[in-house]
């Protein structure tokens, strides 16, 4: 089992930066892909944002590229990502989520931290 921890998350305006984190305990060597997702009021979750092991390969949702950066930190076995410019529609609860490789679903996920922007 993978533990997925978030934090970072909070009240700021629109145009402000935060950096959420996702700290992973547990079978962390049974994962190698680790994504940010969110889900706001009423709607989807969504994909937000994606890194492999190396941090080589990344991948974002075309409402956030640009303003938003997702890396890892492995011997810290956290996941970050860097909201830059933020709006208030990324308001939302974000989440992080593990998996062993791009090939399968995401099958750990965090309890989520809220991200709210204000006008």
């Known amino acids: 089992q993978v533990q997925l921890v978030e934090s970072g998350g909070g009240l700021v305006q629109a145009g402000d930066s935060l950096r959420l984190s996702c700290a992973a305990s547990?079978?962390?060597?049974?994962?190698?892909?680790m994504g940010w997702f969110r889900q706001a009021p009423g709607k989807e979750r969504e994909f937000v944002a994606r890194?492999?092991?190396?941090?080589?390969?990344?991948y974002y949702a075309d409402s956030v590229k640009g303003r938003f950066t997702i890396s890892r930190d492995n011997a810290k076995n956290t996941a970050y990502l860097q909201m830059n410019s933020l709006k208030p529609e990324d308001t939302a609860v974000y989440y992080c989520?593990?998996?062993?490789?791009?090939?399968?679903?995401?099958?750990?996920w965090g309890q989520g931290t809220q991200v709210t922007v204000s006008l």
């Open positions: 547990g079978r962390t060597f049974s994962y190698n892909d």
């Open positions: 890194i492999n092991w190396s941090g080589g390969s990344t």
């Open positions: 989520a593990a998996r062993r490789s791009s090939l399968v679903e995401y099958n750990y």
